[in-house]
């Protein structure tokens, strides 16, 4: 699945960002949708995931309580809207369809499509 996010920006700490992310040739709500993100020189990481009917989502630790991600398939579109931004939140953030079934396992497997990265930048 083709997706695609928007969003990124720099801002200061303390800040908000909300990023998007279409899918703009089939229904988003055929999958799960998932944010990731990668700092420089460090690993990909999982940040947040919802299920297809946006009824339950999952965080990483590092941003429980900041971030919340949404879904509205009607516009087949996921969002993290992203709050009390810190420097360490200073990533390429990517947007990715899962397929996996059980909603324990949303962000860990069976990425069927992934967006172009939108850098985030968060100053001190």
């Known amino acids: 699945v083709q997706l695609q996010a928007s969003g990124g920006g720099l801002v200061q700490a303390g800040g908000s960002l909300r990023l998007s992310c279409t899918a703009p040739?089939?229904?988003?709500?055929?999958?799960?949708g998932d944010w990731f993100r990668q700092a420089p020189g460090k690993d990909r990481e999982f940040v947040a995931g919802?299920?297809?009917?946006?009824?339950?989502?999952v965080y990483a630790d590092s941003v429980k309580g900041r971030f919340t991600i949404s879904r509205d398939n009607t516009k087949s579109t996921v969002y993290l809207q992203m709050n009390s931004l810190k420097p360490e939140d200073t990533a390429v953030y990517y947007c990715?369809?899962?397929?996996?079934?059980?909603?324990?396992?949303?962000?860990?497997?069976?990425?069927?499509?992934w967006g172009k990265g939108t850098q985030v930048t968060v100053s001190s």
């Open positions: 990715a369809a899962d397929s996996v079934i059980n909603s324990d396992r949303i962000g860990k497997g069976d990425i069927e499509g």
């Open positions: 919802i299920n297809r009917s946006g009824t339950y989502t």
């Open positions: 040739e089939r229904s988003f709500d055929l999958w799960n």
